[in-house]
T-cell receptor, first 114, second 114 residues
């Protein structure tokens, strides 16, 4: 069965500190991987995606993520966070089962403190 | 090129009424997906449609919920006889033919049942 797990429901961090938001998935088929950000009462904004090629993916707002196939992970990182990065972050995995169903993780709330 | 447009952004319905949520995909996109986000939870897949066809409705509740994507006009998610538990944010996404793994999300419709 396919599943997506975001290991941390909340991550508090001080401004200018580095952060890593973790995402693991389980699948027996090939996958496409995404990270989205959701600000309060807003829709989803795509941060970055991995479709193929280099396993290190750079996105908007200084975020990057690395696809680790052996560990079935796609952790999101930023070397120095800002107050404005406070938001909910969702990892999403599209499973190549022919129907391209996308499953979202439960989300990680990043809270950046001054 | 306008993004995925959802309306209304906010919808209030009394128990027992019908709710109609509309989604206009991005220009040139022929695949539409509906997701539901309950408070404090991630997005759950509901249904995947192409023009005039339901491809995958495995995430749709068996009763009261229906979706369509007619040849002309927006995709409609219809909820009949709403109950308080239907209160959620409903997101629509669309993707182009040949790139179904690249979905663009709308801002969502927040349904409140009173």
């Amino acid at each position: 069965a396919q599943s997506v797990t975001q290991l941390d429901s909340q991550v508090p961090v001080f401004e200018e500190a580095p952060v890593e938001l973790r995402c693991n998935y389980s699948s027996s088929v090939s996958v496409y991987l995404f990270w989205y950000v959701q600000y309060p009462n807003q829709g989803l904004q795509l941060l970055l995606k991995y479709l193929s090629g280099s396993t290190l993916v750079k996105g908007i707002n200084g975020f990057e993520a690395e696809f680790n196939k052996s560990q079935t992970s796609f952790h999101l990182r930023k070397p120095s966070v800002h107050i404005s990065d406070t938001a909910e972050y969702f990892c999403a995995v599209t499973f190549n089962t022919g129907g391209f169903k996308t499953i979202f993780g439960a989300g990680t709330r990043l809270f950046v403190k001054a | 090129n306008a993004g995925v447009m959802q309306n209304p952004r906010h919808l209030v319905r009394r128990r027992g009424q019908e709710a109609r949520l509309r989604c206009s995909p991005m220009k040139g996109h022929s695949h539409v997906y509906w997701y539901r986000q309950l408070p404090e939870e991630g997005l759950k897949f509901m249904v995947y449609l192409q023009k005039e066809n339901i491809i995958d409705e495995s995430g749709m509740p068996k009763e009261r919920f229906s979706a369509e994507f007619p040849k002309e006009g927006p995709s409609i998610l219809r909820i009949q006889q709403v109950v308080r538990g239907d209160s959620a944010a409903y997101f629509c996404a669309s993707s182009p033919e040949g790139r179904r793994n690249e979905a663009f999300f709308g801002q969502g419709t927040r349904l409140t049942v009173v």
